[in-house]
């Protein structure tokens, strides 16, 4: 029952963040599941829920039973006989009511609790899908290193020959050396890169480190965003979490008024009483059982005064924090969609800059035909290319990463 419950959970988290899977490999999916299923950090919000559900039932019981029992040093003489010993017991009972007022406090405080086990699963998606793009983005930027160390090694060989031949410059080969050592240079700090976001994100599934993650080799920008944004944040649940805690304070002040009522007792008293010798009565050595009623009057009850006024304060304080963080979480969303329609922007302006370079590459390439080739053109173009290359990556995985903080605030 508990696994199907754990799995129910999941497929609502996976369900709020569909929208950014659907664009993705089926291998962020797998790990967004394996992390919810094995993070220590769910596993422990989990179980302070599970805890404050037992509360509940801790909470619904009667105050101890009290039992006493007193031995007479000197027994008292009565008429039937000397009192010997005397047993009694004792049970308080609360105002009528007061239990269940403390058993829905319980529930509302687990209520809450739940959602910051929601929160630490919406948020978990959130870090999981940050490092895969991250992680994307350095694959992604390896291999157009790769590329442009092959483009760079193709135009060094142009030099040699045009040296060769005595139509360019040692000088250019050495500037095209020097430019292939830089991009070797940034490909192995990018390795250094990988193998650590590649380590934060093992570890938020909660699996040795080096395990190798499987990361698409080009993730391409939907030809239009997949919906309108239209968010309920009432439904948020770092919004909802606010109002159950609301709703908690007002089954606390329910608990608070039942408490300072009076409280009932009943109760039993046995008193042995022993014979008295050489006397023949009715009643001789009957034995004393008093039936006892008390009541508990909470006469000085400002501590129920002041702690109502608290409850009103608390609450005043939860409606301000709760407006406070709407306020933060539809600022965070308006930069979010700036932020990723910036990235769209971003990106189809570098494509297009991207084929205008290409195009200029292949007039040096038409030019080194007729043996007028400048490779102080070719180490602009390229470094150009590899701009725009970059800027365009950096602006996939933007788009993706703000979309995935949209889908966080808006679904």
């Not at 529930?107 to 919406?122: H, N």
């Not at 409606?319 to 306020?327: D, G, T």
Request: charged share 25%.
């Amino acid at each position: 029952m508990k696994q199907l419950s754990r799995n129910i959970k999941l497929c609502t988290v996976l369900a709020v963040f569909g929208s950014v899977l659907s664009m993705n490999a089926q291998e962020l999916d797998e790990f967004i599941q394996q992390a919810i299923m094995n993070n220590p950090e769910i596993y422990k919000v989990e179980l302070q829920y599970n805890l404050s559900s037992e509360k509940v039932n801790e909470v619904n019981t009667l105050p101890n039973t009290e039992f006493g029992l007193g031995y007479f040093v000197s027994e008292p003489e009565t008429r039937t006989g000397p009192q010997r010993f005397k047993v009694s017991v004792k049970q308080m009972i609360p105002w009528f009511g007061t239990i269940t007022a403390r058993e829905n406090y319980a529930k509302s405080m687990a209520d809450a609790e739940y959602e910051d086990l929601v929160i630490a699963k919406r948020q978990l998606v959130v870090s999981v899908s940050k490092h895969y793009y991250k992680l994307y983005a350095l694959h992604a930027k390896q291999n157009v290193l790769d590329e442009n160390i092959e483009l760079l090694e193709t135009y060094r060989t142009m030099a040699l020959n045009a040296v060769e031949t005595g139509k360019g410059s040692a000088v250019a080969v050495l500037k095209l050396q020097m430019r292939e050592n830089d991009l070797k240079k940034q490909k192995a700090v990018i390795k250094q890169d990988i193998t650590s976001e590649q380590a934060s994100l093992n570890k938020l599934i909660n699996r040795d480190s080096g395990v190798k993650i499987k990361i698409p080799k080009v993730l391409e920008l939907p030809d239009a965003e997949m919906d309108s944004i239209s968010p309920n944040l009432d439904m948020h649940p770092e919004l909802l979490k606010y109002d159950k805690l609301y709703a908690s304070v007002a089954q606390s002040e329910l608990v608070n008024k039942s408490e300072s009522q009076p409280m009932l007792g009943f109760g039993l008293d046995y008193i042995n009483v022993a014979e008295r010798p050489n006397m023949d009565f009715s009643d001789n050595g009957k034995d004393i059982l008093m039936p006892m009623v008390s009541v508990s009057i909470p006469i000085f009850n400002q501590k129920y005064r002041s702690t109502s006024k608290q409850h009103t304060l608390k609450q005043q304080e939860l409606k301000a924090a709760q407006q406070n963080r709407r306020n933060t979480l539809e600022s965070l969303l308006q930069k979010a969609i700036a932020d990723r329609n910036a990235a769209r922007i971003t990106y189809n302006t570098q494509k297009e800059n991207l084929d205008q370079a290409r195009n200029a590459e292949k007039i040096l390439i038409k030019n080194y035909e007729t043996g007028t080739i400048d490779f102080n053109d070719v180490l602009d173009i390229q470094e150009l290319q590899l701009k725009f290359q970059l800027q365009m990556i950096e602006a996939v995985t933007n788009y993706y990463i703000q979309t995935t903080n949209i889908n966080y605030i808006a679904s």
